[in-house]
């Protein structure tokens, strides 16, 4: 018999234990061995739950329970999750977690300690919720130079981005439905910022090239500045906005971003709505890949969790390898990155033009209806630091989308 146990007993921690004891039986199978959930970490006390009589508050009940052969790790947070892993794998045992935070800061010395621990550190669900991306880049993926992955990798903001769509209604009033509905935070500054996108843009591009990338050289802009009038003029061109987490292959490095982007009707992503996550794979072999579905809530992200329980438990004893080694990857700076961007400015067209045309040279204009008062354009194909060096040209901007096909 196989001995789990839990830390943390929130939405994802009793997401996992609800799947270990539903398909307790197709999971024994594909395992070939019986598995048993021993003990569940947690500060509060659950009375009346399935799992009062195997609660424990001290995690070293668990580390010092030789019995006990597989941790997942479920609190969210840097610390003390990072602490509680990090002994976990000194004690012999193996360890999956769906803890993007932690993944992002620490994957690169949690893999190692694995590694020489002859255990496994695996981490599908911090990505993607219940999409297996990280799977299909460590095994599918192996034999093809990927040159982009692209993504809509947090639910909450894409939620708000499909409401703005469909509805026309302003950031905040979407924002407190979000939150009415569960799918924001109290504090929702992680998932509004971009921050959450980031640190998983983060993770696969450290899968990507085996190096660490740190989040917080990744350029990450949020959706907070988006506005019911940048919808008007979305909806004139016939694309959506979209909070994106992109990384493309420039040179020996990534260029690794986080905006919203507005996507034409032919991009794959463009038909991502609601809270539903997907993964863009261009790989040199492959072509065009995209993996999509739940990417977040408690069975979709638990049944990523206990899928890394399953190969855990195929291989005890054994490194799951892939390559992350804490030497740290240069990103390529995105100044020289090109691409088209939309501004809308104050002003209309006759206003507007000669200055326009002084700054941007040729540009595309976008005609709206709805939008009195002021004019939008789309530049030519230019690079970041030629984009910042032309609006400082131009007065009244009001905001600046990039584009994509």
Known sequence: MIQVAI??????????????NINKQVIEKRIGDEIRVKYVL????????PIEDILVHDVNTILEDPEVSVVVEVMGGVEPAHTFVKNALLAGKSVATSNKALVAKYGAELSEIAKQKNQSFLFEASVGGGIPIIRSINTALTGDVV?????????????????MTNHGSEFEVVLKDAQKKGYAEADPTADIEGHDACRKIAILTSLLTGQQVDFEDIYTEGITKIT?????????????????????????SYCAM????????????????????????????????MFYGSGAGSLPTASAVVADVVDICKNLGKNIPYEWSAEKLSLADISSSQKSFFVRVEGSREEKSEEIAAAFGNVEYVTCDEAAGECGFITELISEKEFEENAAKLSGIKNRIRMDQ
């Open 7 to 20: 830390l943390g007993y929130g939405t994802i921690g009793s997401g996992v234990y609800e799947v270990l």
């Open 42 to 49: 947690d500060l509060r006390e659950f009375p009346g739950s």
């Open 147 to 163: 040159e982009e992955i692209s993504g809509i990798l947090n639910g909450t903001t894409n939620y708000m981005m499909t409401e």
């Open 228 to 252: 019911a009038g940048d919808i008007k003029f979305a909806k004139a061109m016939g694309r959506k906005i979209k909070l994106l987490a992109t990384s493309k292959k420039q040179g020996d």
């Open 258 to 289: 986080v905006s919203p982007v507005l996507l034409g009707s032919s991009h794959p992503l463009y038909h991502v709505d609601g809270v539903f996550n997907a993964v863009f794979v261009v790989g040199n072999m492959l072509g065009d890949a």
